[in-house]
């Protein structure tokens, strides 16, 4: 059934919410402490402009571009040097460290572009869709949830507000009349209410095991960790409610554009690495794991099953947890594909005018979603990379004849 949307007020009321322990899961979480903070960049990490790509990342598949356009050297094909991307563990400090020009070149939730350009008036651009679907809700074993429906009563983690978890969570529960409340896990909910709150994706499936948590929503790994790691299930993927999705992008601060020279370069070397990646998964999974080349807190089997498992036996609507729900779409469970369509950025600008957040969103009411995909979106870099490669119609999803092109498909 495709999703009707209707408006709903902005509630701001949430804090502190919750503080898991660094134990259990995060032994095996490859040492990574799960309460850790950012990581530092290195000495020198360049400012923006600096003709050295300087990056960083969150311990997600989502990142696959940016670290493997460095490591597997595509960046030095083009010319450019690189320093190894920096592993940062949230959000909000990846997304400062970029604005105060520690790097050049990073990975951002889709929404949270918006937000810095249209409410912090950062002159940022989204150079490149970072990748396509790769996200999942992933329930406890003793949440009681088994459908949609059960959402209700519920605390479910979100990784972020500006994140197409919180507006595609939230898409849902409207679909199914329940309520999104941002509130402490001690006040009452109803038991048709879902409580929303943040959290870090590495300490979610620690949370989800020890029943501080119903659920969550977030990228992979955490997803596949999820399953092998704390006995919890997938009810659905992210792909199976909206198409092909946009779920990262990735981002230069507008005035490194002015060296069209080095940016379509930079950008080349992204498009390059999400055309390595689409047709080479199971290797991509191994460098990204700590098997591989570390980038990832998980062992290659959980970073494989997160980039590559997606049958209709285990996820399948008769038989499997029911997570995948239109086998007729083709699509995968994290897939490629570079290019920053305009409906979907229309798409998402007047969703997230429907999305509860914490804090001030005000600003979104006024947005025009054809100025922010024409002012945010920089789509000719990506054009010609992917002319160099032999066209966009080699990544996941894009129609030949039409390949700038595309209707959203969204149905719960």
């Known amino acids: 059934m495709e999703v009707v949307m209707s408006k709903e007020k902005n509630i701001s009321t949430r804090r502190d919410?919750?503080?898991t322990s660094a134990i259990g899961l995060g032994a095996v979480l490859g040492g990574y402490p799960l309460l850790q903070g950012c990581s530092k960049s290195p000495e020198g990490a360049g400012k923006a402009g600096a003709k050295k790509v300087t990056s960083?990342?969150?311990?997600?598949t989502d990142a696959t571009p940016i670290i493997l356009a460095h490591e597997l050297g595509f960046y030095k094909e083009l010319g450019l040097e690189s320093d190894k991307p920096v592993l940062i563990r949230g959000w909000a400090p990846m997304a400062e460290a970029f604005m105060a020009g520690r790097f050049n070149l990073t990975h951002l939730l889709a929404p949270i572009p918006i937000y810095m350009r249209y409410s912090k008036k950062f002159p940022v651009k989204v150079v490149a869709w970072d990748h396509i679907n790769g996200s999942a809700i992933t329930v406890g074993k003793e949440s009681g949830i088994?459908?949609?429906a059960d959402l209700g009563g519920k605390q479910i983690a979100i990784p972020y507000w500006y994140s197409m978890h919180n507006i595609i969570i939230q898409m849902i529960a409207r679909e199914f009349g329940i309520e999104t409340v941002i509130q402490s896990k001690t006040a009452p909910l109803g038991n048709k209410q879902m409580n929303l709150f943040v959290m870090a994706p590495p300490d979610m499936p620690t949370a989800m095991a020890s029943n501080a948590i119903d659920g969550y929503i977030v990228a992979e790994p955490f997803n596949a960790a999820g399953e092998l790691l704390a006995n919890g299930k997938i009810v659905r993927f992210t792909g199976d409610?909206?198409?092909?999705?946009p779920c990262c992008v990735a981002v230069m601060n507008e005035k490194?554009?002015?060296d069209r020279e080095w940016s379509h370069k930079v950008i080349q070397a992204l498009v390059k690495a999400e055309l390595w990646a689409l047709n080479n998964p199971e290797q991509a999974a191994h460098i990204l794991s700590k098997d591989g080349a570390q980038y990832l807190p998980l062992p290659e089997k959980i970073v494989k099953r997160a980039m590559?498992?997606?049958d209709l036996e285990t996820y399948g609507a008769s038989g499997g947890t029911g997570a995948i729900q239109h086998p007729e779409w083709q699509?995968?469970?994290?897939s490629y594909e570079p290019y920053q369509f305009e409906s979907a950025t229309r798409h998402i600008v007047e969703m997230m005018k429907l999305t509860k957040m914490e804090g001030d969103a005000s600003?979104?009411?006024?947005?025009?979603?054809?100025?922010v995909h024409r002012e945010l979106m920089y789509t000719a870099g990506v054009e010609a990379a992917a002319a160099e490669l032999g066209g966009l119609s080699l990544f996941a999803g894009v129609n030949a004849k039409m390949p700038t092109v595309r209707e959203e498909i969204i149905k719960v």
């Open 56 to 60: 960083c990342y969150l311990p997600i």
């Open 17 to 19: 919410f919750l503080k």
């Open 256 to 258: 490194d554009l002015e």
């Open 146 to 148: 088994n459908s949609y």
């Open 308 to 310: 590559m498992k997606y």
């Open 363 to 371: 600003f979104l009411q006024s947005l025009d979603p054809a100025i």
């Open 331 to 334: 699509t995968k469970r994290i």
């Open 241 to 245: 409610v909206w198409k092909n999705h």
